[in-house]
């Protein structure tokens, strides 16, 4: 505790020399801490007669606003107090039923009966921070705010599924919708070209399976065939030449690398085909932007299957757009 200095005006021993008085106040300004921390335990007691009158004001004043959702909104800006929300965001983090303009209403009617308090606009609001209402809404109502967290995750829970859901779906389209690019884009160059050399376009170890030009005479782009069960499959790309030869292109757009069982999928559909047309002589391409596993890749070069994992005049297209999953 400081002393005042000696007074130059007035009495002298106005203030100098009262040390009894000072002692008083010294004790006086000491004890005001242990007084608050006995006042917030008071106010922690759900039994004390202090606490349920602030439960029966925050009663009355809820039902007073008539909502079914005030309760819910109150729990909410009390449990995240650390920010202010505007009534668009609580209506879509509750999901409440309710009209904007009604919502603004209804928060309004709390922020004036104190229970949350008006932020930096006249559409945000926070919950309390501090203060008696607030040392009640954290104490009196503890196990309603700890049950409202867990609903709400739940709430947010189920609403991540639905949007990873939706987000599948758009993704599987998007898929579809990547693949038919390359295909439309790979016969276009085909067809502008008419006279081909197979290594321009595709890969082997075999010297022999691109040492060859071709003169297309028919490029066709997802054409449907029959299976020996009756049922139909399609080819991608297919080019023609005049004297008998096919050459039949499988075409994957995806972000991971092609695995063993499509391009074995792909060889099955190269013998159907053989069966059900057996005067011209195929040879098969697989075009997989994603890249091949190391298994899928010695696939191929062991059944002499083409393969390309670029096309250079497919990379600028897709060079700005996001890479699609399969």
């Not at 884009?185 to 595709?202: G, M, P």
Request: proline fraction near 2%; aromatic fraction near 10%; charge should be negative.
């Amino acid at each position: 505790m400081q002393y005042p200095l000696t007074e130059r005006i007035g009495h002298p021993n106005l203030l100098v020399g009262r040390h009894e008085e000072f002692a008083r106040i010294d004790q006086w300004l000491r004890g005001i801490h242990k007084q608050v921390s006995w006042s917030t335990a008071l106010l922690a007691r759900k039994k004390s007669g202090f606490a349920r009158t602030w439960a029966d004001y925050i009663d009355l004043a809820v039902d007073r606003i008539n909502n079914v959702h005030a309760r819910r909104i109150l729990l909410f800006l009390t449990k995240y107090a650390d920010r202010q929300w505007t009534h668009r965001e609580i209506k879509e983090a509750l999901k409440l039923d309710i009209d904007l303009k009604d919502l603004l209403r209804r928060l309004i009617a709390l922020a004036d009966t104190d229970l949350i308090e008006e932020g930096r606009s006249d559409v945000h609001f926070q919950g309390l921070q501090d203060g008696t209402l607030y040392l009640i809404l954290r104490n009196r109502f503890h196990e309603e705010v700890q049950e409202f967290e867990q609903d709400l995750k739940q709430d947010f829970q189920q609403h991540y599924e639905k949007l990873k859901q939706r987000n599948h779906q758009l993704q599987g389209k998007l898929n579809q919708l990547a693949g038919k690019i390359v295909e439309d884009l790979l016969a276009t160059e085909l067809r502008s070209r008419k006279r081909i050399q197979l290594w321009d376009f595709f890969e082997s170890p075999h010297k022999a399976d691109l040492d060859s030009s071709w003169n297309l005479a028919e490029v066709r782009v997802r054409s449907s065939f029959q299976r020996p069960d009756g049922k139909s499959f399609e080819i991608d790309v297919l080019a023609k030449t005049e004297n008998g030869l096919w050459l039949v292109i499988e075409t994957k757009k995806t972000k991971a690398a092609i695995g063993k069982p499509v391009v074995e999928n792909f060889f099955e559909k190269l013998g159907w085909l053989q069966a059900q047309h057996s005067e011209p002589t195929l040879t098969g391409a697989f075009v997989a932007l994603g890249g091949f596993t190391e298994e899928a890749l010695e696939y191929c070069q062991t059944h002499h299957i083409l393969t390309a994992s670029r096309l250079f005049f497919i990379d600028h297209f897709f060079e700005d757009s996001t890479e699609p999953t399969s």
